[in-house]
């Protein structure tokens, strides 16, 4: 060490601090992570899938993965299935039901394909205690309804999530596939350790989420879900999962999120480059939902403070993640200039060498948790270290082009204002100038966790 340092000690300084930092906090994760468990199965079990559960599922072009997706959601038994899709849509999507079961699965449409839209014509159609959200092609296990269910035991719970995996789209994963499992691996320890530590999590992710029906109910969710607005102009028809996260902080509920092989579903990721469009469309999300959290609304910092500071980590990582390149080109050609004329002993090889090796390793533990159960994976860890510094930049000129709020890899999806201009037209709603003119977080919210007795139910609250 010291005759790696013996040259220029202050320019090895940056590398040691950011190392010792990611390091650090990575070991907190993962120690949380082992340390988190699952809400177990009651004995005695307040809700049963097929009373209290109505699955919402908004699409446009599922396809016979949805058979798939569609008979593992209903071993769980849920009492129904509504299929929210647009109106030239409905008869492939109304063929594909009555292929799978006629009785349990309803298929709804709205003028527009809009998926908050959909969504929310999907909860006003809904009459149990608990929706579930899910893609057209989440696979859950029998077992996810009964764990995820579990967690409405406490009346304070007003959403959960569930941990996920790849399911490739063909006999084996493409690169971008493997790319998308190690995301989602790191995802999965992310959200085991921020529930255990201060149980909150960034995201209850869309794939598959459930919350308590009377909150969804709330007109001013409603509205406010529809008519969600960047800076006031760009109206929002992606990023609903991030929307219904915040909701529930700022408005009292807890969170949770069953990470376990029980709730586990599996998800198919885009196999090709369009992967990269749907990283775009996730990262320009995040942007606008984490700042919201952390500078607007506040309510995280004191509710959830350990997530707070894992949206920070996410907000400065692209920076310090590039500064490592930089601070390596920045020796290398130190090397490549003389001693006494100030440069560097080592020769440039030896220091980039002494990177790679350096990338390498680290990169490598950091996906053990997934090379466990995939060791065929290792060979594309180089890849992995590639996409993290391209995915640094991607989020540099995601953080420059927030306006810029469409949906990026489904065909069919257009304007989301003209879409919410027709629904409105159809449906009063809130209707008062004022609630139109605020913006969601500065609707009225009660700021403690409110106790929701066992009795409320969905019926008698209509």
Same mark, same amino acid.
């Given at each position: ?99 799978? =079961? *006629? %009785?349990?699965?309803?298929?709804? +449409?709205?003028? &527009?394909?809009?998926?908050?839209? !959909?969504?929310?014509? @999907? ?94 109910? =709330? *007109? %001013?969710?409603?509205?406010?879900? +529809?008519?969600? &607005?960047?800076?006031?102009?760009? !109206?929002?028809?992606? @990023? ?223």
């Amino acid at each position: 060490m010291l005759y790696l340092t013996r040259d220029d000690f202050p320019i090895f300084v940056p590398f040691g601090v950011i190392g010792f930092y990611r390091y650090l906090w990575y070991s907190i994760r993962i120690s949380a992570s082992f340390a988190y468990r699952p809400v177990p199965l009651p004995e005695n079990p307040t809700y049963i899938a097929s009373e209290d559960v109505t699955i919402v599922v908004p699409t446009i072009d599922a396809g016979e993965e949805f058979k798939e997706a569609a008979h593992s959601w209903l071993v769980g038994k849920p009492k129904e299935i509504l299929i929210i899709t647009e109106e030239k849509m409905l008869g492939p999507l109304q063929e594909l039901a009555n292929a799978v =079961d *006629p %009785e349990r699965i309803r298929v709804l +449409t709205v003028p &527009y394909a809009n998926k908050r839209l !959909q969504m929310s014509h @999907g909860i006003k159609n809904t009459t149990t205690d608990i929706t579930v959200f899910a893609d057209d092609d989440a696979i859950w296990p029998p077992t996810l309804l009964p764990y995820v269910l579990a967690c409405f035991e406490d009346q304070k719970v007003g959403g959960v999530g569930t941990s996920q995996r790849v399911k490739p789209v063909g006999n084996r994963m493409t690169v971008w596939e493997v790319l998308a499992a190690f995301r989602l691996t790191i995802r999965n320890i992310e959200i085991a350790s921020s529930t255990h530590i201060d149980g909150g999590l960034p995201c209850l992710s869309g794939r598959t989420a459930a919350y308590r029906t009377v909150i969804l109910k =709330d *007109p %001013e969710f409603l509205y406010g879900f +529809t008519h969600d &607005y960047w800076l006031g102009k760009y !109206q929002l028809n992606s @990023g609903d999962d991030k929307f219904l996260t915040r909701w529930m902080v700022s408005h009292g509920w807890s969170t949770y999120v069953q990470c376990c092989r029980e709730a586990e579903l599996l998800s198919t990721m885009k196999p090709n480059w369009r992967f990269l469009k749907q990283v775009l469309r996730w990262t320009r999300n995040t942007w606008r939902s984490d700042m919201r959290s952390l500078f607007m609304e506040r309510h995280i910092w004191t509710i959830h403070p350990y997530v707070a500071y894992t949206m920070v980590d996410k907000l400065v990582n692209p920076f310090t993640l590039l500064a490592g390149p930089v601070l390596v080109a920045h020796i290398v050609y130190k090397s490549t200039i003389p001693v006494e004329n100030g440069g560097f002993h080592l020769p440039w090889w030896n220091v980039i060498l002494s990177y790679v090796v350096w990338l390498t390793a680290t990169r490598t533990a950091k996906l053990l948790p997934h090379l466990w159960h995939r060791p065929q994976d290792i060979i594309y860890v180089p890849a992995f270290i590639l996409f993290g510094y391209y995915f640094a930049v991607m989020k540099i000129y995601a953080l420059l082009t927030l306006h810029e709020t469409g949906w990026g890899t489904r065909a069919g999806i257009g304007d989301p204002t003209a879409a919410t201009a027709a629904a409105d037209a159809n449906s009063p709603g809130i209707t008062d100038d004022k609630m139109r003119q605020t913006p969601y977080q500065d609707l009225p919210s009660p700021p403690q966790y409110p106790q929701r007795p066992v009795e409320m139910q969905v019926g008698h609250a209509q």
